[in-house]
Structures are given as structure tokens and as C-alpha cells.
């Protein structure tokens, strides 16, 4: 079981924005709107509070090293006990994550709404209080503290958090299970290291080592999708890149992910993202 965990792990990732910690006073009420696309986290450093879900029906105390994590980026509202005084104060630590597109879908859409790891004596938590020792060190410093240092230990917290869930989750599900096969895992370090390649499902169940069938039906299992729609997703993604980041000509986007023609490009682009090329690198980005 926990070579299987380390193997999803290993499939996962994950960039990480620090937002260096507030403190508030008693009483205090602040609430986060839903963002798709990013998961919000929330350290507690010192004191104590409340944290409501949107569609939860009861509130979650987070007390002093605690973290909890709302992967699919439900709105969220966090506040003091309703009989705190001025007295009482809170130092929270918060930013977001965003699971890159090479992190399987099956894992990041099993999330729950909610993860809360807990400090605490025993061997997990004495690990997550040494990575809250280190944050907590960093914000304190009398210097600027370092982003890019914050950054990367918020992303050591997401995975810890989402190793322990995966703990509980790889034991019932199937897909999972399929997902942390090592074949199947090849094949996908094979697709994302390029995923421009003229592949078919005959050259991705060579890779495999079984049947095309075979290999077909248990790539589904571990993805959701078919060899071939998952490869088209993963040149999708690289094009999104470029489009965001270079001014790079369609058609040339087009060949370098994979498309000898532009029109193909266009359609099975437009299938993907509901924009044309043009359309999606004029949008506006957040």
C-alpha cells in the first residue's frame, strides 16, 4: 500500500502561492468566493478559528498548526468564536495551490471539498509540525521573508495533507488502485514527456505491454479517458501554454503539438476548450 501512495504521489504536481500571514483580532469574519482552478489553504500559526464551508453543514475549529486545505476551491468563510473579545487574536498563514495538467484528473477529482491536517505527537503530525516550524521561522524572520522559499514549503504541506487522504482512499478505490499501476504510470511519463509524438493506442499498450484491448480498457479505468483522448488533452494543454506565453503563430503552435494540419488543430482545439486559438490567447487572464 505505501509504494502504491508514494507512486500517485509521484504523479502529482503542484505550484504553490504564499500569502504572508495576517493577524486578526476578535471579532473578526472574512469570507473567500469560489475559484476554480485553485485550491485555497489556510495555516493556522498561532490562536485559534472557525472555518465554514460553502454546503457544509457544520463549521471546523482549527487550533495552532493546524492546515486545511479546499482543493476544488469552494467558497469559504473563516471567523472568531461568537463570544471572543479583542483579546483574542488568530496569526493565519494562507495562499493557494494550482495541480498542474500533467496531475491526473482521476486524483485531483476525488478531492473532497475539505482537507484538515491536524498537529499533533504522532509520526505524520511530528512531520507536519517540523514543516510548521519552518514556515512559522520564515514569516518571523525581522527580513522580508523569501517567497520563493514560502512557496516551495506550501507545496511540501499539500502533498503531506493529500498523502494522508490518499491513505484512506487508495484501500476502496478502483481507479485509484489502476492509476498507481507502474505500467500505467510509465506510460503516462511517456505522453507527458511528449506528447506531440505520433502516438496510437497500438504504440501506448506496446509501451504497456499488453493487448491494445487490455490496455485500453485499464488505461480508462486509471484516467477516465481513452489513450487517445487523454494524449489530445495533453497537447491541448501545451498549446494553452504557448498561446498564454509566446506569439508564436497558430499554425506553428499547431505543428509543435503534434498537428501537421491547422485546421485539425482548430477543431480538436475549439472540442477542448470551447475557443478557437485566437479566441482563447485574446481572453483576459486572472
Not at 504564499?18 to 469570507?31: I, K, R
Not at 512531520?127 to 521573508?145: G, M
Not at 498523502?163 to 478505490?173: F, G, N, T, V
Request: proline letters at 5%.
Amino acid at each position: 500500500m505505501t509504494d502504491d501512495i508514494l507512486k500517485l504521489l509521484d504523479l502529482i504536481r503542484v505550484r504553490g502561492t504564499a500569502c504572508v500571514g495576517e493577524t486578526l483580532t476578535a471579532p473578526w469574519y472574512f469570507c473567500h468566493p469560489s475559484s476554480e482552478g485553485f485550491a485555497r489553504f489556510h495555516l493556522v500559526l498561532s490562536g485559534q478559528t472557525w472555518l465554514q464551508i460553502d454546503g457544509m453543514p457544520e463549521p471546523s475549529l482549527l487550533l495552532a498548526g493546524d492546515i486545511v486545505i479546499i482543493p476544488n476551491g469552494k467558497a469559504h468563510c473563516y471567523f472568531s468564536d461568537e463570544n471572543a473579545d479583542g483579546a483574542m487574536n488568530a496569526h493565519l498563514f494562507c495562499g493557494y495551490f494550482q495541480f498542474t495538467e500533467n496531475t491526473p484528473k482521476a486524483i485531483t477529482s476525488r478531492l473532497p471539498d475539505m482537507l484538515i491536517e491536524r498537529s499533533g505527537t504522532d509520526g505524520r503530525a511530528h512531520k507536519l509540525d517540523l514543516i510548521f516550524q519552518l514556515i512559522n521561522a520564515e514569516v518571523s524572520k525581522t527580513s522580508a521573508p523569501q517567497q520563493s522559499v514560502l512557496n516551495r514549503l506550501t507545496e511540501i504541506l499539500c502533498l503531506h495533507t493529500v498523502h494522508d487522504w490518499l491513505q484512506s482512499a487508495l484501500s476502496h478505490d478502483e481507479t485509484l488502485q489502476a492509476l498507481a499501476n507502474p505500467r500505467i504510470k510509465g506510460v503516462l511519463e511517456e505522453i507527458h514527456s511528449n506528447p506531440s509524438a505520433a502516438w496510437t493506442v497500438d504504440s501506448l499498450a506496446d509501451i504497456y505491454g499488453q493487448s491494445r484491448t487490455a490496455f485500453a480498457e485499464r488505461f480508462k479505468l486509471a484516467t477516465g479517458l481513452s489513450p487517445i483522448h487523454y494524449v489530445r488533452q495533453c497537447r491541448m494543454g501545451q498549446a494553452c501554454k504557448m498561446l498564454e506565453s509566446t506569439t508564436l503563430l497558430v499554425d506553428e503552435i499547431a505543428y509543435k503539438t503534434g498537428y501537421a494540419d491547422a485546421n485539425a488543430f482548430n477543431r480538436a482545439f475549439r472540442r477542448e476548450t470551447g475557443a478557437s486559438p485566437s479566441a482563447y490567447r485574446r481572453a483576459p487572464r486572472a
